[in-house]
């Protein structure tokens, strides 16, 4: 399948499996900034992380949505970059599908039923934390797989 850019020239799809995924990690991005705005509008706290001084840090409710944010830039990038370094390399795009809706799904579930639940100790929390961490690892995994030829042809050890 191929799609016209610029003045014309037919170019492939390069990455639409990662591509499709852009747009419900960009909206849910979104939310998470949003609510950080609600945060810093209701409690009048326009610079910093925290609303209240006197509050612990895990009963903040704009100091855990700052590092709802900040977790998400922490992580989701690099899925992205593995994703698309794997579908580039000739990944199966079922499994780039697969792992980034997966990535998705404990992302949300990291900060809706983690973070933003039970002062921060949520199952969610947990979940999302390793669950994310194994997304990770097995796109990095999958994309030394897809890359194997290359190291065994072009490189001389010894």
């Known amino acids: 399948m191929t799609t016209q850019i610029g003045l014309g020239v037919p170019m492939p799809l390069l990455a639409p499996?990662?591509?499709t995924w852009a747009a419900?990690?960009?909206?849910?991005?979104?939310?998470?900034?949003?609510?950080?705005?609600?945060h810093r509008l209701k409690y009048?706290?326009?610079?910093?992380?925290?609303?209240?001084?006197?509050?612990?840090?895990?009963?903040?409710?704009?100091?855990?949505?700052n590092r709802c944010v900040v977790n998400f830039i922490?992580?989701?990038?690099?899925a992205f970059i593995l994703a698309i370094l794997a579908e580039l390399n000739g990944a199966?795009?079922?499994?780039?599908?697969?792992?980034?809706?997966?990535?998705?799904?404990?992302?949300?579930s990291?900060?809706?039923?983690?973070l933003m639940q039970s002062k921060s100790q949520g199952l969610g929390r947990l979940l999302g934390y390793y669950g994310s961490q194994a997304v990770i690892a097995t796109l990095t995994g999958y994309v030394g797989y897809l890359?194997?030829?290359?190291?065994q042809a072009h490189v001389r050890l010894g």
């Open 110 to 114: 990291h900060y809706e039923l983690g």
């Open 147 to 151: 890359t194997k030829g290359y190291w």
């Open 24 to 38: 419900p990690f960009a909206a849910y991005y979104l939310f998470l900034q949003n609510r950080v705005v609600f």
């Open 74 to 78: 922490e992580n989701v990038p690099m």
């Open 44 to 65: 009048t706290a326009y610079m910093g992380h925290q609303s209240d001084s006197t509050k612990k840090q895990t009963e903040d409710p704009l100091y855990v949505a």
């Open 17 to 19: 499996a990662s591509a």
């Open 92 to 108: 199966d795009r079922l499994y780039i599908n697969y792992g980034l809706g997966a990535l998705l799904a404990l992302r949300i």
